[in-house]
């Protein structure tokens, strides 16, 4: 038996349509690094808006919590003056503005159910008057109670909120920094391709 020992000795037919065109590709540069970068950028401005807003979010809870924990101290006071069970008090008008433009909700409770409302519907409920400087007079000490544990209320919600945006914002940021380390190793991994290709050239 015998073996074919002669091969043809022409080059192979190359399609000189791919050489054209690994040759633009070339010449543009490795688009695909670049692209990848490009959206890892992206994400990580995207990243830095989320936290951005949440942060600005955030920082009006906290100053609400600091507002309302500030009036619930203030109705606190009036409350400490009260000598007896047959005292009354003056709600000032600052606090009831507050409470209003704020829509803080004022509980209270009927027959063993919670009815809520707005501070000007508690007032009426309970044939509040005012004198002329627009303070409502002769809250007793229950009522103003009542008002007290709604700026409460709304203090530790608020708080709340500014606790979970907190734990959102370290979780948005984590996604930040994978991105930035993902670009490193890109960018590391670019250079030695360049280092690499310049050193066969040589």
């Not at 501070?119 to 627009?134: E, R, T, V, W």
Request: proline share 1%; charged share 20%.
């Amino acid at each position: 038996m015998t073996f074919a020992t002669n091969f043809a000795s022409s080059s192979p037919i190359v399609n000189q349509d791919y050489n054209n065109y690994v040759d633009n590709k070339a010449g543009q540069g490795d688009s695909i690094m670049s692209q990848g970068i490009s959206v890892l950028y992206k994400f990580m401005t995207l990243f830095s808006d989320l936290a951005q807003g949440k942060y600005d979010q955030m920082s009006a809870k906290a100053d609400r919590a600091r507002d309302s924990q500030q009036a619930a101290n203030q109705v606190d006071s009036i409350i400490a003056q009260l000598k007896d069970a047959g005292s009354t008090g003056s709600l000032p008008k600052e606090v009831i503005d507050y409470l209003r433009s704020h829509n803080i909700s004022v509980t209270v409770q009927n027959d063993g159910k919670n009815t809520s409302g707005s501070i000007d519907d508690y007032l009426k409920s309970i044939g509040c008057k005012f004198d002329d400087q627009g303070n409502a007079t002769g809250l007793n000490k229950g009522q103003l109670d009542v008002i007290k544990g709604a700026l409460e209320t709304d203090s530790g919600r608020c708080s709340d909120f500014v606790t979970q945006a907190q734990l959102q914002i370290q979780k948005t940021m984590q996604s930040y920094n994978v991105c930035v380390s993902l670009i490193n190793s890109m960018q590391s991994l670019l250079a030695e391709m360049n280092k690499s290709i310049a050193q066969n050239i040589r």
